[in-house]
């Protein structure tokens, strides 16, 4: 029941979209029973987020399938209820993320199979310091006649420092063909807001709605939306736009993949990532440790420091999490050409540019796309016309352009010709990542020639400076060289018996380590929000890297090139900064050895127009995207861009009003391969953004003017309903994040 109800609501119920692509074997299994869910993503519905946060974490929840079994403790990942979709351009699609598991005590009973199931739930929200108290009485599943069923729901939040002061409450309820939501509270930022909205169902596939929020602050926004079975109209403010419905017109986001055996079960890792339990006097905080690391809330990783203890749901095992303010990265080589890429974007370093360029091969040239610009308050990008000349490139002594894509899976190098411009030939040299342990990095001696951190003694002032200056070490008189550098004058890396790296050679050093794990945000902001990362590093015996003053190489040279890095079977990257994903965090199990997690396992797959939602006429079509599975719904790899909510058009990341998203999903029976083995793609969770078309479309669609809103029911205080908190039989969760255990 409150899965349905999830779906329905999440979607907007009355715009959702019927998604019908060509299925493939296996029809048996996982495979067949997995749930494809499809909703809208629409401007008008980021106001209602709420709606959303809370039908996915009753839908989480599933009391449904625990009635009369009393009290029992369930996780909820609040990182999978947030909104997908965020205001800037992250990660690919599918990548993994850390979880931000919120435990919840719920109670569901039903005097009988006539009377109506009621639901009572107690959640600790830690890291905004908040307990928030719902009772849900649910009378009639969903139908025909009442898409949403008949439902109620009240909640109300409180302050954990203050339990008698009431932050925020709310209802959410849904009757016939109409669906009501109120919440009121108090703004983060001082004052009050009010987020109101009613949807009506008019027929079998049109409406009406309307919105009334001032939750994000100033002024409160009105949105008025009507559809019906080819057209979505919606207006805030004066403006009004028209949007076809129309899958075909539409751009599909999906944000979770699951992958399949050909008999039909999922496709599972040897040693995958599983949750862990840390306790902090009365705390009790969930996370989840895997090949990436350990990932907790905030307020536990503080606490925890560099050394913890932890537990592991369901399992008497106990570990001793450590880390280290740093962690390095090998980077295996692999290699494809510019055609094998065709359309993907490519993030490259372009001499001259004032930040990274986006470029993509469009089958004759390098087209420039976007140019990004870093400051203190972040990144934003700009649209770039033009091609990149391989001749230009030349005559400023450079010799390869080197980034990163998504499409490759990491940090590539495009090859510059020696002669003549890039072709569908030009070779591209990516790299496949693999954490390097504490123990492996001691026996490591590094050395590196461009984009060299410096140690904790130099960069922290250089980062407080103000304006700020560079965190990277000269090399010689520049902190990058693109031409061949003397070897005298390469930086040398060592290693702690910790894993921590040292510039030099003295690991006693303190001001050595190369370790910002300790600086403040304020250090670490603009391009170095998310960290500080060397340039390529080099096993310090390596030959082969190893040239003449000209550029020639030379094994026995007295100079060393940086572009021979990359003929490198493997290099070494390091990284350093406040994020979990900055430093390395391992497990050992107590009286036992390190614990061993899988890395993401490489699949390949060739685009078309059947197993994408890319037209034939693309340019990425016949190219190549790898992909990493770390584990059921997450599938990492596909490439992204922005757009504008407000007309869904794609447009520069970093602008005033924009989104990130997915430029493509793969459709269900898609084929992936790791080179031995074929496996089947199905979509979990996606969404649909409307095409923008002319306002013509729309003419015969009428927004509601009298739409009533609903108003708070003051009388009712969920916390005064359901009363304290019990205690379940079980310590151990019932269920996770909706898989009952």
Not at 128 to 137: A, F, L, M, N, V
Not at 295 to 315: D, H, I, Q, V
Not at 673 to 678: A, I, K, L, V, Y
């Amino acid at each position: 029941m409150y899965k349905t109800l999830y779906l329905s609501v999440i979607g907007c119920g009355f715009l959702a979209v019927n998604v019908g692509f060509a299925q493939t074997p296996p029809t048996s299994g996982s495979y067949a029973t997995d749930p494809t869910n499809t909703y809208v993503q629409d401007q008008a519905l980021d106001s209602i987020s709420s709606v959303n946060m809370i039908m996915c974490f009753m839908g989480s929840l599933r009391p449904e399938q625990k009635v009369g079994d009393g009290p029992y403790n369930a996780l909820v990942d609040l990182s999978k209820c947030q909104s997908k979709g965020s205001t800037g351009e992250t990660t690919a699609a599918g990548s993994t993320s850390s979880v931000n598991y919120t435990n919840v005590v719920v109670d569901a009973t039903r005097a009988s199979t006539a009377e109506a199931m009621k639901a009572s739930a107690w959640v600790e929200m830690k890291e905004e310091g908040q307990s928030i108290y719902t009772y849900t009485t649910v009378s009639t599943g969903a139908s025909a006649t009442q898409p949403n069923g008949v439902f109620t729901m009240e909640f109300s939040g409180y302050p954990v420092s203050s339990p008698t002061n009431m932050r925020m409450r709310g209802s959410l309820s849904a009757s016939g063909t109409d669906v009501s939501f109120y919440e009121t509270g108090q703004s983060q930022g001082g004052g009050n807001y009010t987020t109101a909205l009613t949807l009506s169902l008019s027929g079998a596939d049109s409406g009406t709605g309307r919105v009334s929020d001032n939750s994000r602050g100033g002024a409160r926004v009105e949105t008025t939306l009507a559809y019906n079975s080819t057209h979505f109209k919606r207006q805030q403010g004066a403006t009004a736009q028209c949007f076809s419905r129309a899958a075909a017109d539409g751009d599909y986001s999906t944000w979770r993949y699951g992958v399949y055996k050909a008999d039909g079960s999922r496709l599972n890792l040897t040693n995958p990532a599983f949750e862990v339990n840390y306790t902090n006097g009365t705390n009790l905080y969930y996370g989840q440790a895997g090949f990436y690391g350990v990932f907790f809330p905030e307020t536990a990783l503080t606490a925890m420091g560099t050394s913890a203890n932890l537990t592991r749901p369901n399992s008497t095992k106990n570990y001793t999490y450590s880390t280290v303010g740093g962690k390095l990265t090998k980077l295996s080589k692999g290699e494809t050409t510019l055609g094998g890429v065709k359309g993907q974007n490519l993030r490259v370093w372009i001499p001259g540019s004032s930040g990274e360029t986006k470029v993509a091969w469009n089958g004759t040239a390098l087209e420039k796309k976007e140019t990004m610009t870093c400051g203190s308050s972040g990144c934003s990008g700009v649209a770039a016309t033009g091609t990149v000349s391989a001749s230009t490139l030349r005559g400023q002594n450079f010799r390869s352009l080197n980034g990163w894509s998504d499409s490759v899976g990491g940090s590539l190098m495009v090859e510059v010709p020696s002669s003549g411009e890039f072709l569908a030939s030009t070779k591209v040299f990516y790299r496949t990542r693999t954490a390097v342990t504490p123990a492996q990095a001691s026996a490591l001696t590094l050395i590196c020639v461009s984009d060299c951190l410096a140690g904790k003694a130099v960069m922290g002032p250089a980062l407080s400076a103000s304006p700020p200056t560079t965190p990277y070490t000269t090399v010689g008189s520049s902190t990058q060289n693109w031409g061949p550098t003397p070897v005298a004058n390469a930086k040398t890396y060592v290693f702690t018996g910790s894993g921590m790296m040292v510039i030099g050679t003295n690991t006693t050093d303190v001001n050595s380590h190369v370790d910002a794990s300790g600086f403040t945000s304020s250090q670490l902001q603009g391009q170095y929000q998310n960290g500080l990362r060397s340039g390529m590093l080099a096993p310090s015996a390596s030959t082969a890297i190893k040239c003449d003053s000209t550029g020639i190489t030379n094994s026995s040279g007295t100079h060393i090139c940086p572009h021979l890095f990359q003929d490198l079977a493997d290099t070494y990257e390091w990284e350093t900064g406040l994020k979990p994903w900055n430093k390395y965090a391992g497990l050992t199990e107590v009286g036992g050895a390190a614990v061993a997690f899988d890395p993401p396992k490489r699949l390949t797959l060739t685009l078309s127009s059947t197993n994408s939602t890319l037209p034939a006429s693309n340019t990425k079509i016949g190219s190549q995207i790898m992909l990493d599975y770390n584990g059921f719904g997450n599938l990492g790899g596909i490439p992204g861009s922005c757009y504008n909510p407000a007309t869904n058009i794609k447009g520069p990341c970093g602008a005033t009003n924009t989104a990130y998203a997915p430029d493509f999903s793969l459709k269900e029976g898609a084929v992936v391969t790791d080179g031995t083995t074929s496996y089947f793609i199905k979509p979990i969770d996606q969404e649909i953004r409307f095409g923008k078309v002319a306002d013509s479309f729309c003419t015969g669609l009428t927004l509601p003017t009298t739409a009533v809103l609903p108003a708070a029911n003051v009388a009712v205080d969920p916390k005064v309903t359901i009363g304290t908190k019990p205690t379940p039989r079980l310590a151990t969760p019932a269920v996770i994040h909706g898989v009952v255990q």
